[in-house]
């Protein structure tokens, strides 16, 4: 049982850390490949980076980026997060299962 938890926990890891580091590129390659967007967006700091993203907002002004790398970069993000979200949804059913069930 603890062999699986930690495979479990390490997974999650190694998936949250491909996650982070995707999004981390893709706001890089947005500063520095597509400064008239990121001006745009009104140059944002740490924080309110993530906020700027995902706003409905500034979704369209992203959608029109043309530099394929920051295309490529933003797929990347966006597939990197879908794939961390599954795994936690997929944990926390068969954790429902087997407290439920077991």
Known sequence: MNLLVAIALLIWLLLMLRSVVAEYQYYQSVRTLEPAIWEKLGSPAWVKIPMVFVS???????????????????????????????????????????????
């Open 56 to 102: 409905p907002k500034h979704s369209n002004m992203l959608r029109g980026m043309t530099n394929p790398t920051v295309r490529q970069l933003a797929v990347r993000h966006r597939a990197a997060g879908y794939q961390f979200l599954a795994y936690v949804v997929l944990v926390l059913g068969l954790g429902i299962a087997y407290f439920k069930f077991g």
